[in-house]
Every structure is written in C-alpha cells, then in structure tokens.
C-alpha cells in the first residue's frame, strides 16, 4: 500500500528462517564449508558475548581502500541460476525491467553520496556477476577522498542503502523498524576492517546465519517496487537462505 501511494520507491523486506541439524556442528567447520562452497565471497565468522556466532558470506563491498583511493558497489537485482546456467558466470541471464530498476535506484543513490564527500568519481557501467548460484547486478565506483578522516561520515550517509533498506531511507527504515515481525540483529548491517591507512574493507552483512548449537537463524530480504510479484519476491528470499542451507546440508554430510 506504501508502494502503491507513492510514499516507497523502494522497500527491502526481510525474514528469519529456523534450521537445525541432528548434532551441533563445529562452527570452524562451517565455516571452512562456506570459503570451499563460495571462493569469491567474503566469508567471515564472528563470536562475541553481545552478538553470539555469526557467519556471514556475502557478495556486497560496501567501502574500501586506504588513503585517498576508495571503492564502492551497487549490487541488487537476484536471480537464480538453474541448469546449464550453472556452469557459466550468468553471462546469457536476461534481467526484467523491475530488476534493473532496483539496481539503477541504489546506484543514483550511492552517487549521491559520494557528491557529498568528492568531486573525482568514476562509475563503472552495470554487469552481471555470480555469487553462490545467484546472480546480481553490479556497478563499481572508484573515488578519491581528501580527508580520511571523514570515512565515519561517509558510511553514514551511505548504509543502509537502497539495496538493504529502501527509499527515502529514513521513511522506509521506521517501516521496517516498527513492522518487521523478526528482528534483523546483525543482517544488513557491515562488518569488516576498519583502517583509514592501512586498509579498509567493509562488506553487509548478507546470506548470513545466527549459530546456537545446533540450531541456525538465516537470514533473507527481497526488494520490493510497485511491480513487484509477492511469490516471486518470496522465491528470491528462499534462493538467498539456501547460501547457507548448503553450508549446513554439506557439513552434515562430511560430519556423518
């Protein structure tokens, strides 16, 4: 309805699904699953006493570089690669219409940002990149920043973006607050390291899972625009979880 009355461009909507296996799995152990399964992800397991164990295995830079020379994405759109699109790169998939616009949003808005923070950026054109057996839309910005010191400022403005939240941002962002019915924790936040001078690389936190034991909270969203088809949307979220279903269902399998 939000969509329909013009208040939403855009609106990211996510779910939590429970899994368990029979036996608690070694969280290491999943985790050398998941950098086997998806070489070109970012994979990373974290545990605190404040978050729990997290594994994370997402697609999406969201900053980095160090000094004055920095790089950011625009990755949206989802499809699923199927039969004999799974030995390529995706290279002959054919995006819908609503697919481009989702990623055209993110990358209007992520210029944006940057205009705020510098006058020398380079965007690089939309192509499809594979990532587990999904396909996105990416487009990469390089920019220069003159003052390291206002990287705090510049993720700021630049997460959540489209691309996890909606637009504008801070209508969509309430919505989901106060309508979500699970909690998003740490999904679509970033992790990563922070250096302004001797490297920084952030990623959000996506196709990522909650570990407790033997039980697992994945987690999921699917861009919504006005022509979106509620099944459809559905089924992305199903492909998105199954990034680590497979890191669950083949780690069971070596562990029996």
């Not at 003159?146 to 637009?167: N, S």
Request: charged letters at 25%; one cysteine or more.
């Amino acid at each position: 309805a939000q969509l329909e009355a013009g208040i939403f461009r855009k609106i990211v909507l996510a779910r939590c699904a429970e899994e368990a296996s029979e036996v608690a799995i070694d969280p290491m152990a999943l985790f050398r699953r998941a950098c086997g399964l998806y070489p070109r992800m970012f994979i990373s397991l974290v545990s605190t006493s404040k978050s729990g164990v997290w594994l994370i295995a997402t697609p999406e830079i969201l900053l980095e570089g160090k000094a004055h020379d920095w790089h950011t994405i625009a990755l949206a759109g989802t499809m699923r690669l199927e039969g004999d699109s799974l030995i390529g790169e995706g290279e002959k998939v054919t995006w819908a219409t609503k697919d481009i616009q989702e990623q055209r949003i993110v990358t209007t808005y992520i210029a944006e940002c940057l205009e705020q923070f510098t006058g020398d950026f380079h965007e690089e054109g939309r192509r499809t990149v594979r990532a587990a057996n999904l396909v996105h839309l990416r487009s990469d910005f390089t920019f220069t920043l003159p003052d390291g010191q206002h990287l705090g400022d510049l993720l700021h403005a630049l997460h959540p973006t489209p691309a996890v939240c909606g637009l504008p941002t801070r209508e969509t962002f309430n919505f989901i607050i106060q309508n979500e019915h699970t909690p998003r924790r740490y999904y679509s936040g970033f992790m990563g390291m922070l250096d302004p001078d001797e490297g920084t690389h952030l990623y959000v936190s996506l196709r990522c899972m909650n570990i407790e034991g033997s039980h697992y909270h994945l987690y999921a969203g699917g861009g919504l625009l006005t022509d979106s088809t509620v099944s459809q949307e559905w089924l992305e979220t199903e492909a998105k979880l199954e990034t680590m279903r497979r890191v669950i269902r083949q780690s069971n399998v070596l562990k029996t």
